[in-house]
C-alpha cells in the first residue's frame, strides 16, 4: 500500500523498548509499513509541468526542482534555467519539449556539470526525452552529472511549393517557402555567390554552437510527379555574416536530387515497408514517396555552427534551403519536411 502524504515516522533510542503501549484508540490510528513500501514511497517524483525558460545565463529565474521538470516553452531571447541547491545523491530529471534547445546552468557560481568547464551549461534538446542530473558532489558551489546524446535531430519546417507544370518553381526557406526578389521577401543570389536575404525568418539557425552531420528530408514527391529529364532538387546553403539584409558569402552547400529512377548515383530511395498507406493526394511519408539523407562528406565545410538567430539575433553561421522544381513536374503542391542532425560542440 502507498504511504499517505504527510504519514510521520518517530525514531527512538536503542535502549527503548518498542513494546506497544498505547490505548486502542491510539493504536487504530497506527499503521505498519513494509521497508519495500517506504523505499517505493519515497521514491515517487513530483512533476512540473509548463515550465518556461527564462534569460541566457546563469541569472536565469527558472531554478528547476527535484523531481521531473518539463519545459514546454522556450526562444532565442529565453532559453536558459538552472539546477537547484545541491543535495549529494538527489536527482533531477528534465524533459524539454519546447522546440529549441535549453541550457541548463549549474546551480551556483563555481558549480561544474559532467567536465565541461566552470560555470558553463549542459544543454538539453527538445526531443522530448527524459535526463537526468544526478548531484555528486556538496558541499558548494556542487556539482552534477548527467548523459547527454551525441546527436540531436532537429525538426527544421516544412516547405510547401504549389507548382504548374510548364514553368519552373524555385523558392528559399526553412518554414514556408519564399518566392526569390518578392517584394519585402528579397533572396537574391549575385555571381560572386553570394546572397542577400531581406527576411530573417525563412532562415535556420541555433542559439548555440554545433556542428552539422547531415541534412534529411520526407516528401509527398511520388516518381511518377518527376517522370521528365530534370530532377527535383534541394539544396542546402550555409553563409556567415552579422546583421540583417546584408550581403553573405556562401560557406558550403548540399545538393539532394529526386530523379525518377532510384538507380541514379544522386536519388534518394521512396518509403518503403514502415511509411504510412498510400493516400490521394499522397501525404508526406507515404509508402512509394522519395525520403533520404545527405550526409556532409568531403568537399564541403562540415565544421560550421550554427548562429544564434530568430531575426534578432546575429553571430557565426545560419541556414537556407533552395528548392527547385523543374517545369517537367507534375502540378501540385509539393511538401518536404526538412530535418538536420547535429553533435553539439
Not at 522546440?99 to 541548463?104: M, T, Y
Not at 550555409?238 to 525518377?260: K, V
Not at 501525404?283 to 539523407?293: E, K, Q, R, S
Request: hydrophobic share 35%; charged share 10%.
Amino acid at each position: 500500500m502507498a504511504i499517505p502524504t504527510g504519514t510521520k515516522f518517530h525514531g527512538v533510542a536503542p535502549e527503548v523498548s518498542t513494546k506497544n503501549l498505547g490505548s486502542a484508540q491510539v493504536n487504530a490510528m497506527r499503521d505498519v509499513y513494509t521497508i519495500e513500501e517506504i523505499r517505493t514511497s519515497a521514491g515517487t517524483d513530483s512533476v512540473y509541468d509548463n515550465l518556461v525558460a527564462q534569460g541566457t545565463d546563469e541569472t536565469t529565474t527558472l531554478v528547476l526542482d527535484y523531481g521531473v521538470n518539463i519545459i514546454t516553452t522556450s526562444t532565442a531571447l529565453d532559453y536558459a534555467a538552472k539546477l537547484p541547491q545541491p543535495v549529494t545523491g538527489r536527482s533531477v530529471k528534465v524533459v524539454n519539449t519546447s522546440g529549441l534547445a535549453v541550457s541548463i546552468y549549474p546551480s551556483n557560481i563555481g558549480g561544474q556539470i559532467n567536465d565541461l568547464p566552470i560555470d558553463q551549461p549542459a544543454l538539453v534538446p527538445a526531443d522530448g526525452n527524459l535526463y537526468t542530473f544526478t548531484c555528486i558532489e556538496n558541499p558548494l558551489p556542487g556539482a552534477w552529472s548527467v548523459q547527454l546524446p551525441s546527436n540531436v535531430i532537429l525538426e527544421v519546417g516544412t516547405l510547401e511549393i504549389n507548382h504548374t507544370n510548364g514553368v519552373d518553381s524555385i523558392v528559399y526557406g526553412s518554414n514556408t517557402a519564399v518566392t526569390p526578389l518578392s517584394g519585402p521577401d528579397v533572396i537574391s543570389q549575385d555571381p560572386s555567390g553570394s546572397v542577400t536575404i531581406a527576411n530573417p525568418t525563412q532562415w535556420m539557425s541555433l542559439n548555440f554552437a554545433a556542428t552539422i552531420v547531415r541534412a534529411g528530408y520526407y516528401t509527398n514527391i511520388l516518381p511518377t510527379d518527376v517522370a521528365g529529364p530534370s530532377p527535383i532538387q534541394i539544396e542546402r546553403n550555409q553563409f556567415g555574416g552579422q546583421t540583417q539584409s546584408s550581403s553573405f558569402t556562401i560557406l558550403g552547400r548540399e545538393l539532394a536530387e529526386f530523379y525518377p529512377s532510384p538507380s541514379h548515383p544522386f536519388a534518394f530511395s521512396v518509403v518503403g515497408a514502415g511509411g504510412t498507406t498510400i493516400q490521394t493526394p499522397a501525404l508526406i511519408g507515404n509508402v512509394g514517396t522519395y525520403a533520404g539523407l545527405t550526409p556532409v562528406t568531403s568537399g564541403y565545410r562540415n565544421d560550421l555552427m550554427l548562429g544564434d538567430s530568430n531575426g534578432t539575433i546575429f553571430t557565426d553561421y545560419w541556414n537556407i534551403w533552395k528548392v527547385t522544381i523543374p517545369a517537367s513536374a507534375a502540378t501540385k503542391t509539393y511538401s518536404i519536411q526538412i530535418f538536420l542532425e547535429y553533435t553539439l560542440i
